[in-house]
C-alpha cells in the first residue's frame, strides 16, 4: 500500500507525458506550415522504409458524455459525414504530395479511427475513408488497423465492414457499468449489449479488443468500481486501459455537470485505482506502463519485454513509426523532430482544405535539448528507467529535482541514470515533471493539467 502522505504529497497537476514537449508548452512563434512539410519530408526521406502510422480523427457524437475531454461536435446530423469524409481524404492527399518528393512508396503500418465516436459514422463511409487511404500505397503485411466505438451505437454491420477492410482491433469505451455514474457522465450502455458486441466479434474473428475504463469519475465508490471490474473480467477483453479522470472544467465546461463535491479525489480516488489494478492483476493481466494492463500473450507485452514499448499521442503502442500523420480537426502529427495539431473547428477545417493549405494551425519545432528530454520522457514511461545523455547541461538541475522523489523511495539512482521503483510506478507523472525543463522554465500561473492522482 502506497503511503497516504506520498498521494497527498504528489497529488499535484501533471501531464499525461503522450509527448514532450508537452502542447500546451509549444514554442509556436518557431513554427511554420512550410517548416512542417520541409520535416516531414525530411524524415521520411531518411526513414520512410519503417512505414508510417496514420491517426484519423471522427468528431462526431450524437450526444455528449460529460466527462469527456476530447474534441467533439455534438449532432443527430448524419448528413455531415460524408462532406467530413471528403475532407480527410483531401488532407491526406495533400500528405501524399509532399511525401512523393521523396521518390519512394509510402508504407502505412498502422491506422487508428479515434473520435468523437468514429462509429457514428456509417459503415460504408468508413469503408470508403480506408479504401482512399490506402488506394495507391502500400500496406505492411503486419499492419495494425483499430477503431474505437460506443457500445451503444457500434453494430455488428461495422464490426464485420471494419474487419473486411482490415481492421483487426477495437477498443469500446466502457467507463464505468454502474447506473448512477453513466447517468451523471451521459454514457449507458449495459454488461448484456457489451457481451453481445464482444461475441460478435470473436465470432467474425477480432485478434485484439480493448475496454477503456475511468476510476475518479464522480460519484464512483469502492463497490461500484469492485462490480465494474468484475463485470469486465467476465467478459476477458485482451487489454484494459484504466485511466485516471482528468477533472479540467475550465477547458471542458461539460464538465461542470456536476462539482468537484461528487469526485473522489486524493486517498480515496488512489484506492479506487488500487482496487482495480489488483483486480486486474490478480486475473492475469501485465501491467504495461502507466495505465495500460494485458494478457501476458498480447503484443504489449510482447513489445514490453523486447524493449518496443512506445508512447504516443493515441498512448502506448507496440511499435514506433518515425513518421505519424494525424488527419482530421484537432489531430496532432509528429515527425519525431517537430509536432503540428490542426485547427479543432469543423469549419475552419474545411475552409483551408478547401484552398489547398494544410490545416494546421499551430506546431513546435523540437530542439536538441527538447530530443534528449523526449528520450528521456520516453524512457521512463515505457521502460521504467532512463540513461543520462554524454552532454546534458540540465543533468544537475533534474537530478536536484529528483531527490525527494529519491528520497521517498520513487526511483533508484545509479551512476549512469535512474531506475522507477515498484512504488514509483504509481508516479511516473511526477517522475516525468522533474525532467521537464520547459515546464520549469514557464512556471505557468494558470491550470493546464489534470491531477496526478
Not at 501524399?96 to 460504408?124: D, M, Y
Not at 494492463?293 to 518496443?308: I, V
Request: aromatic residues 10%; neutral net charge; hydrophobic residues 35%.
Amino acid at each position: 500500500m502506497i503511503k497516504r502522505e506520498l498521494i497527498h504529497k504528489y497529488d499535484v497537476a501533471a501531464p499525461r507525458y503522450t509527448s514532450y514537449p508537452t502542447v500546451p508548452l509549444w514554442d509556436v512563434d518557431g513554427f511554420s506550415e512550410s517548416e512542417w512539410q520541409t520535416r516531414v519530408l525530411s524524415q521520411f526521406r531518411a526513414h520512410g522504409s519503417r512505414g508510417l502510422s496514420i491517426y484519423i480523427h471522427l468528431p462526431f457524437c450524437e450526444s455528449l458524455c460529460t466527462y469527456c475531454g476530447c474534441n467533439v461536435r455534438i449532432t443527430k446530423n448524419h448528413e455531415v459525414e460524408h462532406p467530413y469524409i471528403m475532407a480527410l481524404l483531401k488532407e491526406w492527399e495533400l500528405y501524399k504530395k509532399v511525401l512523393s518528393q521523396a521518390g519512394k512508396p509510402i508504407r502505412i503500418e498502422e491506422i487508428h479511427l479515434g473520435g468523437g465516436t468514429p462509429t457514428f459514422f456509417s459503415v460504408e463511409n468508413l469503408i470508403g475513408l480506408i479504401r482512399g487511404i490506402t488506394a495507391g500505397v502500400i500496406v505492411d503485411q503486419n499492419v495494425r488497423f483499430s477503431f474505437e466505438g460506443h457500445p451503444a451505437n457500434t453494430t455488428v454491420k461495422h464490426l464485420q465492414g471494419l474487419y473486411n477492410v482490415g481492421f483487426r482491433r477495437f477498443s469500446l469505451g466502457i467507463q464505468d457499468f454502474d447506473i448512477q455514474v453513466q447517468k451523471v457522465i451521459n454514457r449507458r450502455q449495459t454488461v448484456e449489449e457489451v457481451a453481445r458486441l464482444m461475441f460478435e466479434a470473436r465470432r467474425i474473428g477480432y485478434e485484439s479488443i480493448n475496454f477503456d475504463l475511468i476510476y475518479g469519475l464522480p460519484l464512483q465508490t469502492s463497490s461500484s468500481v469492485e462490480r465494474t471490474v468484475e463485470s469486465v473480467l467476465e467478459l476477458e477483453p485482451d487489454r484494459i486501459s484504466f485511466y485516471s479522470y482528468a477533472h479540467v472544467p475550465w477547458i471542458k465546461p461539460g464538465q461542470r455537470h456536476y462539482t468537484e463535491l461528487d469526485l473522489p479525489t486524493g486517498q480515496n480516488k488512489q484506492n479506487l485505482y488500487l482496487l482495480g489494478k489488483k483486480m486486474i492483476e490478480c486475473a492475469g493481466y501485465s501491467h504495461i506502463g502507466m495505465d495500460h494492463f494485458a494478457k501476458p500473450a498480447d503484443s504489449l507485452c510482447t513489445a514490453e519485454k523486447q524493449g518496443t514499448l512506445h508512447r504516443n499521442f493515441m498512448g502506448y503502442t507496440d511499435r514506433f513509426t518515425p513518421l505519424l500523420i494525424g488527419l482530421g480537426v484537432s489531430s496532432i502529427s509528429d515527425s519525431v523532430t517537430a509536432f503540428a495539431q490542426n485547427v479543432k473547428n469543423v469549419e475552419d477545417y474545411y475552409a483551408l482544405l478547401n484552398s489547398d493549405n494544410f490545416p494546421v494551425f499551430k506546431g513546435h519545432l523540437l530542439d536538441q535539448q527538447d530530443q534528449q528530454i523526449r528520450q528521456y520522457v520516453l524512457d521512463i514511461m515505457c521502460r521504467g528507467r532512463m540513461q543520462w545523455g554524454r552532454h546534458d547541461g540540465q543533468r544537475e538541475q533534474v537530478r536536484s529535482r529528483l531527490a525527494p522523489l529519491i528520497t521517498d523511495g520513487l526511483v533508484r539512482e545509479s551512476e549512469n541514470g535512474i531506475q522507477v521503483t515498484n512504488s514509483g510506478r504509481s508516479f511516473l507523472r511526477n517522475i516525468c515533471m522533474a525532467f521537464d525543463v520547459r515546464l520549469h522554465r514557464s512556471s505557468p500561473q494558470r491550470d493546464l493539467f489534470s491531477q496526478a492522482i
